[in-house]
């Protein structure tokens, strides 16, 4: 299977494939200690996003799904990212094959709505092959919950990933 990110808009965003020209913005993003604080990940430097980046692109490739860039549609400004994935997570719980959804925000965007807006376009666009999705949050994470909560999602299970509690919701398509 070889597919591309189709390019999804909102209201206020753009959701898009990655390229590699988009490294930088990704870099400082992801080495921002606030961004990575819930994710049980320190920051990260630039090989570490380049990795993801080719994870990202690789998704789409072998999945027919993955990540997506978020921008402000007005400024075209960076916003982060939010897509579905299957990472092949090491834990005790299993996801039967069901995608799971994820979203990572640049500081500056948090509490603007943005992660619900995108994900809402995500979910609406994977909604016809991908019924059910499932996402991993920390309990402390509470703006990731409130995202979680608006987009429908359900705890399903709790489960211990990687020495930290994560808490695994699913959501069914309406």
Do not use: Q
């Amino acid at each position: 299977m070889t597919a591309s990110a189709p390019t999804l808009e909102t209201e206020r965003l753009t959701l898009r494939g990655y390229r590699v020209e988009d490294l930088d913005e990704a870099v400082a993003m992801w080495g921002d200690p606030e961004v990575t604080r819930y994710l049980g990940a320190k920051p990260s430097g630039r090989e570490d996003v380049w990795a993801r980046l080719l994870r990202y692109l690789g998704h789409w490739s072998v999945a027919g799904y993955g990540f997506w860039l978020v921008r402000e549609r007005a400024t075209g400004r960076f916003v982060g990212e939010c897509g579905l994935a299957d990472f092949k997570r090491d834990l005790a719980f299993s996801f039967d094959g069901a995608p799971e959804a994820g979203w990572v925000l640049a500081t500056w965007s948090h509490g603007r709505g943005y992660a619900t807006e995108a994900m809402t376009a995500v979910l609406a666009w994977s909604a016809a092959d991908h019924p059910r999705t499932v996402c991993l949050i920390r309990p402390e994470n509470t703006a990731s919950l409130r995202v979680a909560a608006k987009c429908g999602y359900r705890e399903l299970a709790r489960a211990d990933y990687k020495g930290a509690e994560a808490l695994v919701f699913e959501r069914t398509a309406r």
